[in-house]
């Protein structure tokens, strides 16, 4: 069956210092792969998809970053992190092969709670 | 533009009684429709979807939806609500002539009590 993996669950960093949220999908091959934010307990802001290796696209301009730099592995990262980055970050899969419309359901992992202080 | 609408912030409802999550959509194409559940500092969890046929979708742990189209809604509804019922609920949508993206609701916070 498959899992995703995302790590770690909690992360407090001051402002100016660098992140990496990793996220990790087993049991699948070539799968969408997804950074979405979530503030305040609220509604989802998707960050950065990813249709395969190297390929990512971005629909926020912002203070992150996104990588893929193996098939089943999403990395999340910022240089330099602000305040306005705190938030609760969720990695999310979902399969790539047959139609895009029956396969739209998303598995999320359990997400990291991020706070910049 | 497409758009998701859920216009409670929150529904109260006693245990044993029915509930209803509302969700209203405004698509181009053919909509796909989707809920999701989240439980305290945790992921989504995918409850069901609507991508063709029967208008009423069964899903997880009880629950039904109802896509309507000519009100473009998509309630989430249960006959009868469980405390454990108690959690944030997201509604969804991604036309057929989208991407990848979906479209999500602002979240409705579902309380049920004893």
């Known amino acids: 069956s498959q899992t995703i993996h995302q790590w770690p669950a909690t992360l407090v960093q001051p402002v100016g210092s660098p992140l990496s949220l990793e996220c990790t999908v087993e049991?699948?091959?070539?799968?969408?792969l997804y950074w979405y934010r979530q503030a305040a307990g609220r509604g989802l802001q998707l960050l950065f998809y990813?249709?395969?290796?190297?390929?990512i696209s971005s629909e926020v301009p912002q203070n992150l970053s996104a990588s893929r730099p193996q098939d089943r592995q999403f990395i999340l990262s910022s240089k330099k992190l602000l305040l306005s980055d705190s938030g609760f970050y969720l990695c999310?899969?979902?399969?790539?092969?047959?139609?895009?419309?029956?396969?739209?359901?998303?598995?999320f992992g359990s997400g990291t709670q991020l706070s910049v202080l | 533009a497409q758009s998701v609408a859920q216009p409670e912030d929150q529904v109260n409802v006693a245990e044993g009684n029915p509930l209803t999550v509302k969700c209203t959509y405004s698509v181009s194409g053919n909509p796909y429709l989707f809920w999701y559940v989240q439980y305290p500092n945790r992921g989504l969890q995918f409850l069901l979807k609507?991508?063709?046929?029967d208008n009423l979708v069964k899903g997880s742990y009880g629950f039904e939806a109802e896509f309507n189209k000519s009100q473009t809604s998509f309630h989430l509804k249960k006959p009868s609500a469980l405390v454990s019922d108690s959690a944030l609920y997201f509604c969804a949508v991604r036309s057929s002539g989208s991407n990848y993206q979906l479209i999500w609701g602002a979240g409705t916070k579902l309380i049920i009590k004893p």
């Open positions: 990813s249709v395969g290796i190297g390929q």
């Open positions: 999310a899969w979902s399969p790539l092969q047959g139609s895009l419309a029956t396969n739209e359901k998303l598995f």
């Open positions: 609507y991508i063709t046929g």
């Open positions: 049991g699948t091959s070539n799968p969408n």
